[in-house]
Each structure stands twice: as C-alpha cells, then as structure tokens.
C-alpha cells in the first residue's frame, strides 16, 4: 500500500506533462482574436467594482485593436458603512446608486513578448468611449414609530435619525426610476498575462480611469458631489483565443 501511495502520484504526474506536450498550441503565441471576461477592482468601487468583456483583434505582429464594455457601480469616497439594530447595513447620507455602462474602443501594443511555455507577456493599452450613468435611487427601511416602517428613498430633511434606519431596500430596488447621465471615459494601463497556452489568456490590467459626466451626480446630497470621477483600477481577466 505505501509503494501504491508513491507511484499514483508520480503517474498522474508524468500524465499530465504527457498530456500537455501534446498540446498543439504550446508556446504558439500567434493569434487573431481573443474574447476576455474580467473581474474588476477600483478606488471607487466596492469589494467588486464592475464586471467586463473585452474583444480584441490582431492588426500586426505587436498591435491589436479592441472593443469592449463595462458595467460597475461608482461610488463617493465619503460613504460610510453602518450596521443596524437589526444587524443589517446602510450607508449614512446615501440617496443614490450610480451604475457607469461604458462602452469603449481602444489599442493595445505588445512591449514584452514572453518566451515559449515561460515568462509574462507586457501590454501597454488605451481606451476612450461614451459613458452611460444610471443614477438610481438608495432605499432605506425607516421606522416611523415602534410598529410602523417605510421603505423610501434616503431623505436627509426627513430622515435625521441614524437609529431609526433599520436596512436598505432590495437589491436592484428602484432602477426602473433612474435618471440618466451621460459622459465620456477615458482609461490608460499596462496588461501582465500569464500561461503558455495560444488558445486560453489570463492575466491582470492596472491601470487608470478618468470619467466625467454632463452633470453632476448627487449619490449623498449633504456633501461634495462630483462630475467627474478618476480612479485607480485592477482587472483580472481570463478569457481565450483564435
């Protein structure tokens, strides 16, 4: 039994480097296309700021073209979390969302290609676009009296006590009465990708984010609001290829 517990892993393991050098697209870095989905994370966001999805495709040996879109929710840097008698959460002050869809073109030039089945490929990458803001209501449950509650938009004239704010409204609550903003977005930022496979990609975008839009957008009224939004961001991408 113990030789057995020696020689299963060693087998599967010279399985999978069998498997693997039979892999056509090993170090073959040679592709026209490529369709990536990303998780991302920015200074104005949450613990996920947005979600999303890139195509690309090949102009020449170092340059490719891209379009793509992204969804996110943009936040103040003033919003602060608290916790309710309840145990919920809310946001002091907030009285609304605001959801950026940014539609983008862009370019990305190769710096650094990474050796066969080894190292990380470099990309420096630039992108502008129209910025579609929906600025929709924050709801809070409100207690009215001891046995009666509300669930309404955050007023700060009407609703002055922290303590009676008892959670937020449902997810997704009140989009169907959003207004609209519009803007532009501009983004700059350096793309590390790792694996060996042509036909898979994974990797990271950091970068930067400047967004401005046609008006301000009041997320809390008792506080400085801004029309335009600049950020720190990080993508993480996997997606594949043609």
């Known amino acids: 039994m113990s030789k057995l ?3 299963l892993p060693v087998f599967f393991l010279l399985s999978s480097l ?13 592709y ?3 369709y990536l989905f990303g998780i991302n994370k ?5 613990l996920i700021g947005g979600f999303v999805f890139k195509a690309g495709t090949r102009i020449d040996d170092t340059q490719f073209s891209f379009w793509g879109i992204e969804l996110s929710n943009v936040k103040n840097p003033k919003e602060d979390r608290y916790n309710t008698v309840l145990g919920n959460s809310f946001i002091f002050g907030k009285s609304n969302y605001l959801y950026a869809i940014r539609p983008h073109y862009g370019r990305e030039i190769i710096l650094f290609k990474k050796a066969p089945n080894q190292g990380v490929q470099v990309s420096a990458l630039a992108a502008v676009g129209p910025t579609i803001g929906l600025i929709a209501p924050y709801y809070i449950e409100y207690a009215i009296n001891r046995v ?6 955050y007023d700060a004239e009407k609703h002055q006590s922290i303590y009676n704010i008892l959670g937020t409204g449902r997810l997704l609550e ?3 009465q959003s207004e609209v903003a519009f803007g532009a977005t501009l983004k700059a930022a350096l793309m590390f990708e790792f694996g060996v496979f042509r036909s898979s990609a994974t990797g990271v975008e950091v970068g930067y984010m400047l967004e401005g839009y046609n008006k301000e957008i009041p997320l809390i009224p008792t506080t400085e609001n801004n029309q335009i939004f600049q950020s720190a961001y990080l993508t993480f991408y996997y997606g594949f290829r043609q």
Do not use: H
């Open 32 to 34: 026209e296309k490529e």
């Open 148 to 153: 009666e509650t509300v669930t309404e938009q």
């Open 174 to 176: 009140g989009l169907g």
């Open 18 to 30: 069998e498997a693997f050098s039979q892999r056509e697209d090993v170090g073959n870095y040679e």
């Open 5 to 7: 517990k020696l020689i």
């Open 42 to 46: 920015n200074t104005n966001g949450g």
